[in-house]
């Protein structure tokens, strides 16, 4: 079956940075776009930055664009997204997502907190 697992997740000082990782099982990774999403208290889901099956294109949202990067290494199954500049505002728990047809598919998220 389909498993996403992020890790990477820490406190961190505003201005600083961190690197998360979601490593993928159960598909043929270098098949499926991937997205990185996050959720703060109190507020709905939104999406951070997506990729696509090969890396060639990629996307941001508006919030983290300049500061983010997402990337994969398709001979690990994984994906990443490193985090420059970061503001308390980031504050959130991250995921990882692909969809396989109809299906979504969700990593349990990582904790990020930043202090400032």
């Known amino acids: 079956q389909v498993r996403l697992v992020e890790s990477g997740g820490a406190l961190v000082q505003a201005g600083g940075s961190l690197k998360l990782s979601c490593a993928a099982s159960g598909i043929i990774f270098s098949r499926f776009a991937m997205g990185w999403y996050r959720q703060a208290p109190g507020k709905q889901r939104e999406w951070v930055a997506g990729?696509?099956?090969?890396?060639?294109?990629?996307r941001y949202a508006d919030s983290v664009e300049g500061r983010f990067t997402i990337s994969r290494d398709n001979a690990k199954n994984t994906v990443y997204l490193e985090m420059n500049s970061l503001k308390p505002e980031d504050t959130a728990l991250y995921y990882c997502?692909?969809?396989?047809?109809?299906?979504?598919?969700w990593g349990q998220g990582t904790q990020v907190t930043v202090s400032s």
């Open positions: 990729i696509s099956n090969g890396g060639e294109y990629v």
């Open positions: 997502k692909t969809n396989l047809g109809p299906s979504d598919y």
